[in-house]
């Protein structure tokens, strides 16, 4: 029976995006009360956000969903966002999950009193006590701008993608973007064709596989409604075509795969840039794979539109009527883009977290975000994490990743819910040495060995993935080791 002592047991979860959705999903299912604390106005994370021009998911449609929650619907093997924030937003209402959201409720402190309980303050003040807190808050939230001179000078239009402004025009304007990555490679072909012109600024080119965004037919999504099993089917299967072959490659368990990729994106470069020296150009010096891989069957040939331009001088500084390059050249713009990306490190903050004795989880990760197997931290009882450090986030499907992760969460849940015990943390003993062992283990991945630096380094030079095949994350976290626990 849940929480036979006084029967209040009651779970703070932070964030309303795709894995606040699922856990609140796993956390009603064990009969397990919640309340989700959503700093924004709807619910759907990073899909709601992100509503830039091309905006795609690079996981497919059918692996890039609940497990409990199949979708016949969806028109692309590679979903357009505003189906997917439509897909959270259903889900969230057809499973009682959004009358338990508080939106516009942004966590701004959490602290650890004693006796298990945690008091949750929001912007709109007390919130009360809880028996556990769940931050799932998502790994890509935080924008971040590039430090270049003048930034603030530019007389035009400027904004991060993840902020678009729809207001502005962009038909028969000259547009530049600043970036390169998968958030580049989306909104050049998007927009190539409606503006006058558009510069890519590059500072590193990436490898690119060429994988086609074909449609689902109709036939196909009327096979998918009236045999969920073929769904299923197809779910299982993407799931082990990535992990088996696409994430073991990653992390040094299959080199013929990291071999076959490295291949194919180097065929498609060769296939579909003609010029010599644009290919050059756009030809990374590091392995593929060791950043994150870019999937588009578009963005080499819109890059070769004549109206679009790479440009891969370095920037000095940003002016009034542009970007200037180190070689002098002004690039005259009315829009500019930065496509620049998140800080994967921020987790919950910018909200404080308080543990036991008063430490603040800002101070404990000063130095480095280290946490025992990705989902809690000693010192701060019954907090546990979704998408906290070291989870895999490689070219994975994160919402495959966050269930695992969740049910793990929910199992430790249940037994401070059942009254087994009124707390529950890692021991530091288990905590470094995990650590320890990923230090050792991603030595050997593509991410340390490929010969570039990328969004998974944290400040302090190391990677904080999950260093070993996406089996083991499964096994690892199937049931959790209390003797690695401390309990009260």
């Not at 969920?228 to 696409?246: I, S, T, V």
Request: charged share 20%; net charge neutral; glycine share 8%.
């Amino acid at each position: 029976m849940i929480n036979a002592s006084n029967g209040s047991f009651r779970v703070a979860i932070i964030g309303a995006g795709a894995s606040g959705i699922a856990t609140a999903v796993y956390l009603a299912r064990a009969g397990i009360a919640y309340t989700i604390f959503e700093r924004a106005d709807d619910v759907g994370g990073t899909w709601r956000d992100n509503t830039y021009p091309g905006l795609a998911c690079d996981v497919p449609s059918h692996l890039y969903r609940y497990s409990f929650a199949p979708n016949a619907e969806w028109s692309h093997e590679y979903s357009p966002a505003a189906e997917i924030h439509a897909y959270f937003r259903r889900v969230a209402d057809e499973l009682g999950v959004l009358e338990n959201v508080r939106l516009s409720s942004e966590v701004t402190r959490a602290q650890f009193v004693g006796e298990g309980m945690w008091r949750i303050t929001t912007v709109k003040g007390d919130e009360g006590l809880f028996n556990a807190v769940v931050a799932a808050t998502g790994v890509l939230h935080k924008p971040v701008l590039p430090e270049i001179e003048g930034r603030d000078s530019f007389a035009g239009a400027s904004f991060h993608s993840s902020r678009w402004d729809h207001s502005v025009p962009l038909a028969g304007r000259r547009v530049g973007i600043i970036g390169t990555g998968s958030t580049a490679t989306q909104i050049l072909p998007a927009i190539v064709d409606e503006v006058a012109s558009v510069s890519l600024f590059q500072r590193t080119p990436q490898w690119i596989i060429n994988v086609p965004n074909n449609p689902f037919s109709e036939a196909k999504k009327t096979a998918f409604r009236n045999e969920p099993q073929k769904m299923a089917d197809l779910y299982e299967h993407l799931n082990n075509l990535f992990n088996e072959r696409f994430a073991a490659s990653l992390v040094g368990e299959n080199a013929a795969g990291l071999a076959e990729m490295a291949r194919a994106c180097r065929q498609n470069l060769e296939d579909n840039v003609r010029d010599p020296d644009l290919r050059r150009r756009l030809t990374p010096s590091y392995q593929a794979g060791c950043k994150r891989l870019i999937v588009s069957d578009k963005f080499y040939p819109a890059i070769q539109r004549p109206n679009a331009h790479l440009v891969d001088t370095a920037i000095m500084r940003i002016e009034p009527a542009g970007v200037r390059t180190k070689d002098g050249l002004l690039h005259d713009l009315d829009v500019i883009v930065y496509a620049t990306g998140f800080d994967p490190f921020t987790f919950f903050r910018p909200a404080t977290i308080v543990g036991r004795n008063g430490v603040s989880l800002n101070e404990r990760w000063k130095e480095s975000c280290q946490a025992y197997r990705s989902v809690a931290v000693p010192d701060f009882p019954n907090l546990f994490f979704i998408g906290g450090p070291n989870s895999p986030i490689g070219n994975f499907s994160f919402l495959r990743t966050a269930e695992v992760q969740i049910g793990y969460v929910t199992q430790l849940i249940k037994l401070l819910a059942e009254g087994a015990c009124r707390e529950v943390e890692p021991t530091q003993q288990a905590t470094d040495a995990f650590n320890s062992d990923v230090e050792q283990a991603i030595k050997h991945t593509v991410w340390v060995t490929g010969g570039c630096t990328s969004w998974y380094f944290d400040k302090q030079g190391k990677v904080v993935s999950w260093p070993w095949s996406y089996g083991r994350f499964e096994a690892d976290l199937k049931q959790p080791r209390m003797e690695e626990f401390k309990v009260a």
